[in-house]
């Protein structure tokens, strides 16, 4: 079992850049695929970025591409977002999550995930 606690949340201005860092605390985090989902009110959730196991494997969402980085550090069991231009439709909450996997292959299906963060507001200002 796993436990993950967002932090870096907040408010940025719309083109700027934001950081946000997951801890994982628990057994094994490398036996995990990590990812980013967010949900912005009214909506589902949505995958914005997934990082396989050692990092050799990830996944960004369309609305993100190009935008967003996720990297990972087994080492010190963390997780980062960094996220560049940002816009106003990306004011959501930020949650990190993940995957008991036995491969080091992404999945972009949010049923897999079995282990949330509470979730962290980002609010981007125009």
């Known amino acids: 079992q796993v436990q993950l606690v967002e932090s870096g949340g907040g408010f940025v201005q719309a083109g700027g850049s934001l950081r946000l860092s997951c801890a994982a605390s628990?057994?094994?985090?490398?036996?995990?695929?990590m990812a980013w989902f967010r949900q912005a009110p009214g909506q589902g959730r949505e995958v914005v970025g997934a990082?396989?196991?050692?990092?050799?494997?990830?996944y960004f969402g369309d609305s993100v591409e190009g935008r967003f980085t996720i990297s990972r550090d087994n080492a010190s069991t963390t997780v980062v977002r960094q996220m560049n231009s940002h816009k106003p439709e990306d004011t959501a909450v930020y949650s990190c999550?993940?995957?008991?996997?036995?491969?080091?292959?992404?999945?972009?299906?949010?049923?897999?995930?079995?282990?949330w963060g509470q979730g962290t507001q980002v609010t981007v200002s125009s």
């Open positions: 990082i396989s196991r050692w990092g050799s494997d990830t």
């Open positions: 999550a993940a995957d008991l996997k036995y491969t080091d292959s992404v999945s972009m299906n949010l049923n897999e995930y079995a282990y």
């Open positions: 628990g057994r094994a985090f490398s036996r995990y695929t």
